[in-house]
């Protein structure tokens, strides 16, 4: 991804919801492994928030792929029950915590980022599945 298109991106994401400013929470974030284990046990939902062309190398097998520029649109996708943990994850994890703020700021109380993101997840080996196939 571009320079610029991935500055864009981080633009719309920090002011996609109105977010700006959010501070962080000790709560944000979940480890890579209890994500991998929750989306393998079906414990949480697993959202891929990378573009499309990302998506094409591979993404974590059960997850939804909701690219961030089209989250506006499809907010409605998200789920809204807090019994069920929602997880962002992007390539490195800078997205998914700039999103993580805009949806807290309208009430998405148990959405979190995972860290590391997919790039973490595919330096480990971990399994991937391409889009389709």
Do not use: F
């Not at 500055?7 to 700006?20: E, K, N, P, Q, Y």
């Not at 069920?84 to 807290?104: G, W």
């Amino acid at each position: 991804m571009s320079a610029p298109r991935r500055m864009a991106l981080h633009t719309i994401a920090a002011g996609l919801l109105g977010a700006v400013g959010a501070r962080a929470r000790a709560d944000d974030s979940v480890p890579l492994e209890a994500a991998r284990d929750a989306l393998a046990s079906k414990r949480a939902i697993v959202i891929d928030i990378r573009e499309p062309e990302e998506h094409a190398r591979g993404v974590a097998s059960g997850a939804r792929l909701l690219p961030m520029s089209q989250l506006r649109q499809r907010l409605a996708e998200i789920p809204t029950d807090p019994s069920r943990p929602v997880l962002l994850i992007c390539n490195t994890q800078n997205r998914s915590a700039a999103t993580l703020k805009a949806l807290r700021q309208h009430g998405y109380g148990h959405v979190r980022y995972v860290e590391g993101g997919m790039s973490e997840w595919t330096r480990r080996n971990w399994p991937v599945v391409r889009p389709g196939h």
